[in-house]
């Protein structure tokens, strides 16, 4: 799992977990809850809207890499054989 997914699976949690809070809390009374309930609400609906867009552009990247391999497939073939020789010497360098 890359790092994108990660965040988005993150922050999907932080949205689930605080909406249910909100969800208990529901019944709070005074000004103080009432103004962090608030705050609260506005937050949820900005790590959405992230989420949203984080996801969006993730599958953009992914429509981008499959259309730039299927354009150029001997040269990604030549890029990933390279990159995997990088890495396979110098995880076997001393």
């Known amino acids: 799992m890359n790092a994108t997914n990660r965040l988005v699976t993150d922050l999907k949690r932080i949205v689930q977990d605080s909406e249910e809070l909100l969800h208990a809390t529901k019944d709070a009374v005074g000004d103080k809850a009432q ?23 993730a599958i953009e990247g992914a429509k981008a890499a499959d259309k730039t391999i299927r354009d150029h497939p001997y040269q990604s073939i030549g890029v990933a054989f390279g990159v995997g020789l990088l890495i396979g010497v110098l995880v076997t360098r001393k």
């Open 35 to 57: 103004e962090v309930r608030e705050r609260l609400t506005d937050a949820l609906d900005a790590t959405k809207r992230t989420c949203r867009d984080l996801e969006d552009k």
